[in-house]
């Protein structure tokens, strides 16, 4: 968590640079901050064929170096393995689970159930046929599983094969236009096409659940990124449930030659490493893309569609601010999916309004009507209008520091949730909170700096709470007087009050530190705010 990762050792030199790059993006999922890898002759070799020889630089660690921490991995004693829903690190080795079907899969079925909380069935011991586990769809795509290696490699499995025309579907994914064009030049799409996987251009779909969604109940394979609840597209509100387990793109291939039933590429080792030279071809590239670095065209309109919006506007952080608790979530962990879901999300990416409707629906449904009730309540002080439905709260914190009154207190919502942030970095699981109302977060931790970071930059306040979250419940406001004085002050001591009837009610809270230029980004009320006054 919040580290970086060195890649070094021989291990590294035995796999191409292709591959690595495979790994490589995978390690945003683990909380890391960043990774490193040492370079080779093979490095040298990826550059050169993609025009960027000259950017080549010798990476090895010091002859002597420190680490917080070592993992060491045998690579020759790694095993094809598979990730069972509803987390990356539910993993076993096909093998393993082959060997332990019942077992290992009643006990995903009793996670299925605490995802779905009555509101869809997902099963997947009545996926065992005759002892094996029956799948429904694999993918191979994405910027893990897509790359040319990959791609080449079930293709060279799967060449004159075929998977059949039963439940089992297979679809492929080539990571950009040149990997799929160079596929296509050797023919290896072909070769896929002809065994019955369906062949689609460049798409992050899969990973979030925008494109491929299972049928219902249905148990996906795929070589992409991530295997969280509902990433797949599944919408349990709406009854329908389905679940990825992550796998490699060769063992996904070996399991398409068997018609679906789950197999390890162990079984059709003498196939792989065979994989001719990659050529990269960007005429693609510079027959369409507009490469506007350092090369501007400001006279070139932008067009805007109906659902292509501008962000709203940002006020600064008022010297007092008054949150109404929007939603509790005291799930150990609440992911990125969670806070904004993927999949049908996806066409408002461009619509910050549009897209923030989502927010949290697959978990706190009810959260969008609060906080944007909130918005309201603060839109109308800004156009400096009476709130009479706040006079009391305001009359109950009246002797308190800070001295609020509608024109010093700012008005927002906030989230309590134990550890938000975990997965993606997607910017919008704190943007979409941010613009229908959205003023802090109160965690006992954050799961990965950037969640915390998206925070920030958002003009959120980044908070913690020392003790446990019995002083406050969903519709209750929480008051922090002289937030601003307190941003420049001891972060480890922030007062705030929860104003109850009886009368305010006193939790401690603190901040982590924060940089200057963090400070002054919530106080300007965004990055936004931040860049424009600079």
Known sequence: K??????????????????????????????????????????R????????????????????????????????????????????????????????LEDILRETEKK???????????????????????????????????????????????????????????????????VYMDLMKKGMLGDLMAAGAVVKTAFCGPCFGAGDTPGNNGLS???????????????????????????????????????????????????????PAYHFDDSAYKARVYNGFGKPEPEEKLFYGPNIKDWPEMPALGDNVLLQVCSKILDPVTTTDELIPSGETSSYRSNPLGLAEFTLSRRDPEYVGRTKAVKELELAREAGKDLPELAEVLERIRELPGDATLANTEIGSLV???????????????????????????????????????????????????????????????????IRKALEGDLDNIRGYVVKKEGPVAIDLYCKPLTREEKEIILDGCLINYNRKK
């Not at 004159?160 to 990571?175: D, H, I, K």
């Not at 309590?416 to 699981?429: H, I, L, N, V």
């Open 416 to 482: 309590y949730a134990t550890r938000p942030g975990d997965g993606s970095a997607r910017e919008q699981a704190a943007s979409c909170q941010r613009v229908i109302g959205g003023l802090a977060n109160i965690t006992q931790d954050y799961a990965t700096k950037r969640y915390r970071s998206n925070v920030i930059n958002w003009g959120m306040l980044p908070l913690h709470l020392k003790g446990e979250p019995t002083a406050f419940e969903v519709g209750d406001w929480i008051y922090l007087p002289e």
């Open 112 to 178: 299925a159930a605490e995802v779905a909380r009555g509101r869809a069935a997902y099963t997947l011991t009545d996926k065992i046929r005759d002892g094996k586990l029956q799948v429904q769809q694999g993918v191979i795509g994405g910027c893990s599983g897509g790359n040319y290696s990959n791609v080449a490699e079930a293709a060279a499995l799967l060449r004159g094969r075929f998977m059949g025309s039963g439940e089992f579907a297979l679809n492929v994914y080539p990571s950009s236009l040149p």
């Open 2 to 43: 919040n580290k970086v990762m060195e890649f070094v050792g021989p291990g590294v030199s035995s796999m191409t640079t292709d591959y690595r790059n495979a790994v490589d993006v995978m390690t945003t999922e683990t909380t890391c901050l960043s990774s490193i890898w040492r370079t080779d002759e093979d490095t």
């Open 45 to 100: 070799a990826f550059l050169k064929e993609h025009g960027r020889e000259e950017d080549y630089r010798e990476l090895n660690p010091g002859a002597v170096a420190y680490y917080d921490g070592c993992i060491t991995l045998d690579l020759s004693t790694v095993k094809p393995m598979i990730a069972l829903p509803f987390h990356p690190s539910n993993a076993y080795t096909i093998d393993e689970l082959n060997a332990n």
């Open 221 to 275: 394979i795929r070589h992409n990124t991530r295997n969280f609840p509902n990433r797949e597209g599944s919408k349990p509100g709406q009854g329908q449930m389905a679940a990825v387990a992550l796998m490699d793109a060769r063992s996904i291939a070996a399991t398409a030659a068997n018609n679906g039933i789950l197999t390890s590429a162990e079984e059709f080792a003498d196939v792989f490493g065979k994989v």
